[in-house]
């Protein structure tokens, strides 16, 4: 309890006054003060969605046509070449994203909040969809390329971490420019079941493996404490790693780093959701065969029984993003030139993982 005493200082009216109208206003805060903090203590967590659907999609690109904003030559050369490009490229994603309907997608490849928003609008009049935004823009100046998240329910709070000194003077860490950690709440009774979202992506190439592997670790020892602890954590995103499923070696380009195998630590180890998947269904580029998109989660979403985040199944969704009868192998020469008809979304297709909430 908030309490007051005044002690009369004058007998002038004046100041007799202006204690009186202190006092009232001093009593009128406690008041807010307390009827604040109850009802804080009674605010729940979001309902639970039931399946709580989590995607991925590297939207390549996805930039619109003006080009006031950007500054670097690749990012200007790679935007929408024109007002009707950008609206074809947002309403089509827009459909794909409507027949997924994911509680939560994480986005590579986006310029800025404003591509954001305009599809979460695109979503809302077309699908009615309703969708919150989540993002920080990133320092990758070369591409201007970011990460963000699009989600129905659930976040509680999003950011972005950096490395410490001593992490910089060690040089075993590389930066992680477009990254975006969030998470996401949701009330099943009496309790609260969290999850933590860490959206990355990586340098691509194979010749930037031993960049990517550092931005592995950074990665890894971000999260590491969380997953020891059998909290909930999925990392998720366009990696741009060689190794395939199955194939994952020490002296491999970062998949075992972000997997956690590099330390002597078993409790800080992740799993690979793409295991999950068919074997023959687990191609995530377009034109490539690689398999550069992956989720990779806390062994707490993968316990058969008991309560919490409980992971379901995955698929690769390229039938969302392959609109004729087979994937375009000159993609890259006519992203914006093939009949729309036929064209193809991304270079990549989503990646789609469903949870369960008990």
């Not at 490009?85 to 309403?91: I, V």
């Not at 999850?195 to 990586?202: E, K, Q």
């Not at 990392?235 to 330390?263: F, S």
Request: charged share 25%; with cysteine; hydrophobic share 40%.
């Amino acid at each position: 309890m908030i309490s007051f005493e005044f002690r009369s200082l004058s007998s002038s009216p004046f100041v007799f006054g202006l204690h009186a109208t202190l006092a009232r206003t001093l009593v009128a805060a406690a008041s807010i003060f307390s009827v604040s903090l109850f009802s804080v203590s009674l605010c729940q967590a979001d309902t639970p969605p039931q399946p709580l659907t989590v995607a991925t999609w590297n939207l390549e690109w996805f930039f619109d046509e003006d080009l006031s904003n950007n500054r670097s030559d690749v990012a200007k050369q790679q935007s929408s070449p024109s007002r009707e490009e950008w609206e074809w490229k947002q309403n089509i994603a827009a459909n794909a994203i409507a027949k997924m309907q994911p509680t939560i997608l994480a986005l590579q490849e986006i310029e800025d909040r404003s591509v954001l928003q305009s599809l979460t609008k695109v979503l809302k009049e077309r699908h009615n969809l309703s969708y919150r935004v989540a993002f920080i823009e990133g320092f990758d100046g070369g591409t201007e390329q970011d990460v963000g998240i699009l989600f129905q329910s659930g976040l509680v709070e999003f950011s972005r971490r950096e490395q410490t000194n001593e992490m910089f003077r060690s040089n075993e860490f590389y930066n992680l420019s477009k990254h975006l950690f969030a998470r996401f709440e949701w009330q099943v009774g009496n309790r609260t079941e969290a999850l933590t979202l860490l959206v990355l992506h990586l340098r691509a190439t194979a010749d930037a493996a031993d960049l990517r592997k550092r931005q592995c670790k950074l990665a890894h020892a971000w999260v590491r404490a969380r997953v020891a602890a059998g909290e909930n954590v999925l990392v998720l995103g366009d990696l741009n790693v060689e190794e395939r499923v199955g194939q994952i070696q020490p002296d491999g380009d970062g998949m075992h780093i972000i997997l956690g195998k590099h330390t002597p630590d078993e409790k800080d180890d992740l799993i690979d959701l793409l295991e999950y998947a068919p074997s023959d269904k687990r191609q995530t580029h377009l034109i490539l065969e690689k398999e550069f998109d992956r989720m990779v989660a806390s062994p707490s979403m993968l316990k058969k029984d008991g309560n919490g985040i409980l992971f379901q199944s995955i698929q690769v969704r390229s039938d969302l993003n392959i609109r004729g009868e087979q994937a375009d192998m000159d993609h890259w020469d006519t992203r914006y030139t093939k009949d729309r008809a036929e064209r193809d979304i991304s270079d990549h297709h989503p990646v789609i993982a469903t949870f369960e909430i008990r």
